[in-house]
C-alpha cells in the first residue's frame, strides 16, 4: 500500500501519541480538526496494513513488510553520510539477517552507494513496524524500514535506483 498523505498533514508512520505525529503546520489545528485527519488520513492507512499483517498471520503466511521513507541530506546543518539506511530491529535474527542480505545485494549492483544499517534513525524508533513488531512476533513479522537520501528524488538517476532497489531486494527475497 502506498500512502498519498504528506506528513506535513499528519505522519502517519509514527504512533498516534507521538509528540511528531502532527507538524509544525498541522499541529496547532484545533482538536476537532486534528481528530478529523486522523479519522480520514491515519486511521485508514494504518488499518488496512494492520488488517493485512493480520490476515497473513491468520492465514500461516510470513510477512516481509517493507516500509520506504526519504531523509533530508542535511539535518540542523549536519550532512547525512549516506544514501541509503535500512532499518531493523536488530535483536529480531530474521529482521538482522535480511537486512543484511539486502545489503550485500545493494552492494553488488550498485557499489558506489552509501548503504548504511540502522541509518540515519534507530531500526527501533517509534514507526509502523515497531508497532506491528509488538504484534507480531519474529516467526509471521519482519519490518524493515528503508531510507532514501533526498538528493535522489530531483535526480536524473531516481528510476535506476529503483531498479536497483528492486532487483536487489528480489535477490535477497530469492535467497531467503
Known sequence: ???????????????????N??????????????????????????????????????SGRFVL?????????????????????????????????FATAWLAELKARAPQLVVRRNYPYRGTSDALVTHLRRRHGERSYAGIELEVNQKFAAATGWSALIATLSDALAAAVATR
Open 1 to 19: 500500500m502506498t500512502a498519498a498523505t504528506t506528513r506535513l498533514l499528519v505522519d502517519l508512520n509514527r504512533s498516534p501519541g507521538h509528540r
Open 21 to 58: 505525529v502532527f507538524s509544525e503546520f498541522s499541529r496547532e489545528l484545533p482538536a476537532a480538526e486534528r481528530d478529523a485527519v486522523m479519522r480520514k488520513y491515519y486511521a485508514p492507512y494504518r488499518e488496512t496494513i494492520e488488517r493485512f499483517v493480520d490476515r497473513a498471520e491468520r
Open 65 to 97: 513488510h517493507i516500509s520506504a521513507h526519504s531523509f533530508t541530506p542535511v539535518l540542523n546543518g549536519e550532512t547525512r553520510r549516506a544514501d541509503l539506511g535500512l532499518l531493523y530491529d536488530p535483536r529480531r535474527r530474521g529482521e538482522r539477517s
